[in-house]
């Protein structure tokens, strides 16, 4: 089993609608929890970062983490075609750089206009 | 903003040739890594640094090695490229910055071996 699971997609929605991205991990001893965005051809780009449990909102995303389910999402409101890319969660059980991070394998999103 | 670069975005090489893959970070970041992204299995990481010379394998060190001479520059080496070494390769560099500590990645170079 994966430490971290993530359902490739590829996931096709309508402009405009909600987009729910999830992942979930066994490991209980991460604490930090990451989003990335990768547009085809280039390289992650953070997107979000959060600490522990709880929401954390930035313009349309919104970050959520529930430690107790060990469920991580990445919710997009309004979403456009130019949020179509791979998203990929990502996680650490601490913050020191020279731990690394566990990826998970990514979701495919395509938003057609 | 911090910014990872890599020598190049795209790359032919013959089955046997050397390889050198290489990536600069303009934050001062002491760790840097290097992972292999392919479909279905998601980023790998091949090596990683956390200080200059130091090293330590990642979860697919096989048939790769690096340098770190200076802290801001990490080099991938392939010493014989093999075909299943076709991928997209990125490196990043991790610290902290305003959204807090994370890694940050460059733009990947996809490498192609004949």
């Known amino acids: 089993q994966k430490e971290v699971e993530q359902d490739p997609g590829p996931l096709s929605v309508p402009e405009g609608a909600i987009v729910s991205l999830n992942c979930t991990y066994s490991n209980s001893a991460f604490q930090y929890f990451m989003w990335y965005r990768q547009y085809s051809r280039k390289g992650p780009e953070l997107l979000m970062y959060?600490?522990?449990?709880g929401n954390k909102e930035d313009g349309r995303f919104t970050a959520q983490v529930d430690k107790s389910s060990k469920y991580i999402s990445l919710f997009i409101r309004d979403s456009q075609p130019s949020d179509s890319a791979t998203y990929l969660c990502a996680m650490s059980s601490t913050n020191f750089g020279n731990e690394k991070l566990t990826f998970g394998t990514g979701t495919r999103l395509t938003i057609i206009p | 903003d911090v910014k990872v670069t890599q020598s190049s975005r795209y790359l032919v090489k013959r089955t046997g040739e050397k390889v050198f893959l290489e990536c600069v970070q303009d934050?001062?970041?002491?760790?840097m890594f290097w992972y292999r992204q392919d479909p279905g299995l998601g980023l790998r990481l091949i090596y990683f640094?956390?200080?200059?010379?130091?090293?330590e394998k990642g979860d697919i060190p096989e048939g790769y090695s690096v340098s770190r001479e200076k802290k801001e520059r990490f080099s991938l080496i392939l010493e014989s490229a093999s075909t299943n070494q076709t991928s997209m390769y990125l490196c990043?560099?991790?610290?902290?910055?305003?959204?807090?500590?994370?890694?940050?990645f460059g733009p990947g170079t996809r490498l192609t071996v004949l």
């Open positions: 990043a560099s991790r610290g902290w910055s305003k959204e807090g500590d994370t890694q940050y």
């Open positions: 959060t600490y522990s449990s």
């Open positions: 934050m001062d970041h002491e760790n």
């Open positions: 640094s956390y200080d200059v010379k130091m090293k």
